[in-house]
């Protein structure tokens, strides 16, 4: 659903040219400094990426060690630490869906563990089984019987409130398979990032413009990391709210186990957020900065647009599955609220960085 | 998945002046915006989502259209009877469209120890069927779906093996050519040892419906099929069963253009590739009678959404080309001329106008492709006859693009089975009449390769 946006008029072939200079007045724009520039890039890639890609890795270490301790002493206790594990790592990584490009997408780490929806009838053909539940094996299961939300159906159950004495020893045994798989997917997707390692892909951000970069100039990565931002709202807001909230079926929600997805979707707004500031878990310099030296009403609409979006969603105060059916005035207010950020990111700040930055 | 961003280019090509009028056909490659790789539906994108933009200035009709299709090519199938997104398999090779063209992209050969998810094998054995299209394999069927849904057994599994051989440039630089092998193993039935492989990696999505509204007498145009002008090149086009006309018709899509238009490719992809059956191909893929059969199957994907992924793969516009005005790109510009590559990979066509569709009407496009078929050599051969097309005869890949393969997918593994890793390799491995281009490319120097590289990067 991609919806469209500015017109340049290109009228550059028009050969009554000498009659035709209605091209739009072109915006004086100061030039930011080269050295702003490498800071703010370097900023997105290390303090935004790396340290959500970092803190990522340790949420699904935590969750690792957190089920085999469940799988040793299940009870209770040991079970609410795990669910909210999950959702301390689900956090995180919704907060990385706004800068989706680069290893997440390229090395096939998203489908792997945050497909859906589960394979529900798979899932209960595996618990019948006699299979081994390995993480060699379950690195050979199909995208949609691992990651997130397997995890999340086993450990919440239909319902959100399964209990330790609920879980089978094969369910368990899966639990721990499917908690390596994704810790190791993610420390892949880690790695990929670390800047300890030569290669990793921070340097394409870094050194933009050099001929060892995919990313021929600066602008040209200031134009993928807007166009991501663009990307999330439009998913958050017309396909992972539009298509359950369309057909009026909660069995679409995305995490329906955890009663998360609204959650989800403010971390999604978040990860906008953070990319903009420049900020993860401290501060640091975003496309804010870059945005400031030029134009201070659209740095504000941006902020006011993000908060409104956060707010918006605030405002649904029932699981998602029951609001699309109970609240339909918030959830459409979300949805305007998600969408109107998305315009002003595509009708304002991308031809911006375009003017702005070579 | 969904790279949203496009701009409009309210594309006025007013080339019509009084003292400098011309007709349109006379029009030449160089008079037209060479940045404007897809006409009027080019996007300034250079990003990961490159190839994930909707034509522009869609109705709000169509535009829904488009985002329909979009939500059905990213949906993940599971097995029957799930409540969401049921139908997958019982065999197939991907769980969804975007599993094979990831970011609408190009697929690549399995790394050791990971699944063949994007690279595929269409398979038969001697012969022609009825359509006179290759003759499926008993037991096997037309493709290879090597996954199956739990519970259920794949038709057999595939080992790659690649052999390696280095060349050298006379300025002593180097590369290195791999040559796969395939083998099929632990097939659920014997495999019949007289199968054939055709092994076919998922091509990249962008500019196919302006590609399908090229008028096919253009297309003819270019055909050359006993070579009478003399040049080495002939040109071929391939004439194909249409399942829903019920006769032969020109194909234009896939490695063979063995595929008539977008819609059957789409409907045969379900089919095949996921296991969907649909109202095009209504069999499911599976052969295999204890889990199922090959008869006819309640469609698993409804008609409208069949023609809702069509519609979207229709509609996914073209990005722009880069620094065609680097001195480097434009020396890389000529040297793709002289060395011949565009006798196949020709720069520039025409669509036909359509009033319904304006669209795709009457744009002048640089796919960079004949869409016809070539004698590639020997070393493409796949041994293997699809419809007109000899075993090593394949359909000129459209190049537009192809520059951003390493943002948008990570690799960049050309040719029909990703066996070339790089420009170089691909360029090299053309052979039979393109081997003139080939061993032109493998005198130049070492700075005039570099050129064509960064022409062909700038695609």
Known sequence: ?358 | MKSSIKYIIALVLFVIVAESCRKPEQLKEEDHNEYLSGGSQTVFDEGAGAFSNSFMGLSPKNEFNHGVGDGIFDRTFVSAPSPVNPGLGPVFNGVSCASCHVSNGRGHTPAPGEQMISLLMRISVLGENEHGGPVSVPGYGEQLQQRAIVGAQPEASVDIQYSYQTYSFPDGETYELRTPSYTLQNGYIPIPSDIMLSPRIAPPMIGLGLLEAIAEEDILARQDVEDVDGDGFSGKANYVWDVVKQKKVIGRFGWKAAAPNLLEQAGFAFSEDIGITNFIFKKESNYNPLQGNNSSDTPELSDSLVHAVAFYIKTLAVPARRNIDDPEVKKGKEIFKVAKCSKCHVPMSKTAVNVAFPELSNQTIFPYSDLLLHNMGSGLSDGRKDNLAEGYEWRTRPLWGIGLTKKVNGYTHFLHDGRARNFIEAIMWHGGEAAQSSGYVSQLSKADRNSLIKFLESL
Not at chain 1, 238 to 245: C, S
């Open chain 1, 1 to 358: 659903m991609k919806t469209l946006k500015y017109t340049i008029a290109l009228l550059a072939l028009c050969s009554i040219a000498t009659s035709c200079k209605k091209t739009p007045a072109e915006e004086i724009v100061t030039p930011v400094s080269t050295d702003l520039n490498a800071e703010i890039l370097s900023s997105i890639s290390s303090n935004v990426a790396e340290a959500t890609y970092y803190d990522l890795s340790v949420k699904a270490d935590q969750l690792y060690a957190a089920v085999q301790k469940f799988d040793t002493v299940t009870n209770d206790v040991n079970l609410a630490v795990c669910k909210q594990l999950w959702r301390d790592t689900r956090a995180v990584w919704e907060q990385s869906e706004g800068f989706l490009f680069g290893p997440v997408a390229t090395n096939n780490i998203d489908p792997r563990i945050d497909t859906w929806p589960v394979d529900y009838v798979a899932l209960d053909s595996l618990m019948n089984s006699s299979v081994v539940f390995s993480e060699t094996y379950v690195n050979t299961l199909d995208d949609a019987l691992r990651g997130f939300h397997p995890i999340e159906y086993l450990l919440f159950g239909t319902g959100g409130n399964k209990t330790a004495t609920q879980f089978t020893a094969r369910e368990k045994a899966y639990l721990k398979a499917l908690s390596v798989n994704l810790k190791n997917l993610i420390s892949q997707l880690w790695v990929s990032w670390d800047p300890a390692i030569s290669g990793n892909y921070g340097a394409n951000i870094t050194n933009a413009g050099k001929p060892t970069s995919v990313y021929s100039t600066k602008r040209a990565v200031y134009e993928e990391i807007v166009n991501s931002m663009i990307g999330i709202c439009e998913e958050v807001a017309n396909g992972k709210i539009e298509e359950p909230f369309a057909a009026q079926n909660p069995l679409l929600e995305e995490s329906p186990f955890s009663y998360n997805s609204i959650t989800d979707f403010t971390n999604n707004m978040r990860s906008v957020q953070n990319v903009y500031l420049g900020k993860y878990l401290v501060d640091g310099k975003g496309l804010e900065e870059l945005v400031r030296v030029n134009n201070l009403s659209l740095d504000a609409s941006i902020k006011t647009k993000m908060n409104a979006a956060i707010a918006a969603l605030n405002n649904v105060t029932v699981p998602f599955g029951q609001a699309i059916i109970s609240q339909p005035i918030q959830i459409t207010n979300a949805q305007n609220a998600i969408n109107d950020l998305k315009t002003t990111l595509e009708n304002d700040l991308l031809p911006f960085i375009k003017t702005s930055v070579n």
